[in-house]
T-cell receptor
Framework: DAKTTQPNSMESNEEEPVHLPCNHS???????IHWYRQLPSQGPEYVIH???SNVNNRMASLAIAEDRKSSTLILHRATLRDAAVYYC????????????????FGKGMKLTVNP | DTGVSQDPRHKITKRGQNVTFRCDPI?????LYWYRQTLGQGPEFLTY????????KSRLLSDRFSAERPKGSFSTLEIQRTEQGDSAMYLC???????????FGPGTRLTVL
C-alpha cells in the first residue's frame, strides 16, 4: 500500500485559512488522493478527493503538486468544528488487479483550532 | 439519508464470550466495509462486501472473526472467544457504486474485560 506522510499535529486560529500538507512520494499513476477527517468520538468523514487536478467542494480545496508527490488540503476559514484528526489516504481505484476497495489510514494529523 | 447506523454503540464483555455487532448501511449503497480502530491509531480495514458477497478480507480478520451480509443490506460482525486485544472501536462504512466517498457509522466500542 502506498504510504503518506503527514505532520503529527498543527494549530490554527479560528476564521483563518489553514493548509494541511501530505507527502506521498511513492504514489502510482492510478492512486487517487483522498482526505477524511475524524471528529472526537465519531466515525471518519469524507472531505475531498482528487487525481491530478486541483479540486474544490463546499468543505475544502485540494491542491495537488504537478508531480503528484505531495498535496495540500486547504480549509479556507477554519472553525472550531474543524478541529479533528485529518487523514491523507491513497487509494488505487484502477490498478493492475482492478483496484482495491480498502482505505489504508495512517495515524493522521491532529488539527487544533484556537478561538 | 439517515446515515450508516451501528448497534450497539457500546459493548462490554468478558474474555471468552462471543459478541455480534450490526451495521445498517445507507440504502442503495451496495458496498459495505468493516474497520477496527484502537486508541491513537487510524482505522484498519477488516473486510468488504459488494452486495452479499464478501470480496476482500484483511489478514487481521482471524478465524475468530466472521462477517456476513446475507441479503445485501445489513451486515453483522461476530467475534468468537473474545480476547482483551479485541478491545477497539469497530466501524462500518458504506459506499454507493460509482462514487468514491465512504460513509462511516458512529462505531461500536468493544471493551473486553
Amino acid at each position: 500500500d502506498a504510504k503518506t506522510t503527514q505532520p503529527n499535529s498543527m494549530e490554527s486560529n479560528e476564521e483563518e485559512p489553514v493548509h494541511l500538507p501530505c507527502n506521498h512520494s511513492t504514489i502510482s499513476g492510478t492512486d487517487y488522493i483522498h482526505w477524511y477527517r475524524q471528529l472526537p468520538s465519531q466515525g471518519p468523514e469524507y472531505v475531498i478527493h482528487g487525481l491530478t487536478s486541483n479540486v474544490n467542494n463546499r468543505m475544502a480545496s485540494l491542491a495537488i503538486a504537478e508531480d503528484r508527490k505531495s498535496s495540500t488540503l486547504i480549509l479556507h476559514r477554519a472553525t472550531l468544528r474543524d478541529a479533528a484528526v485529518y487523514y491523507c489516504i491513497l487509494r488505487d481505484v484502477i490498478g493492475t488487479q482492478g483496484g482495491s476497495e480498502k482505505l489504508v489510514f495512517g495515524k493522521g494529523m491532529k488539527l487544533t483550532v484556537n478561538p | 439519508d439517515t446515515g450508516v447506523s451501528q448497534d450497539p454503540r457500546h459493548k462490554i464483555t468478558k474474555r471468552g464470550q462471543n459478541v455480534t455487532f450490526r451495521c445498517d448501511p445507507i440504502s442503495e449503497h451496495n458496498r459495505l466495509y468493516w474497520y477496527r480502530q484502537t486508541l491513537g491509531q487510524g482505522p484498519e480495514f477488516l473486510t468488504y462486501f459488494q452486495n452479499e458477497a464478501q470480496l476482500e478480507k484483511s489478514r487481521l480478520l482471524s478465524d475468530r472473526f466472521s462477517a456476513e451480509r446475507p441479503k445485501g443490506s445489513f451486515s453483522t460482525l461476530e467475534i468468537q472467544r473474545t480476547e482483551q486485544g479485541d478491545s477497539a472501536m469497530y466501524l462500518c462504512a458504506s459506499r454507493r457504486q460509482g462514487y468514491n466517498e465512504q460513509f462511516f457509522g458512529p462505531g461500536t466500542r468493544l471493551t473486553v474485560l
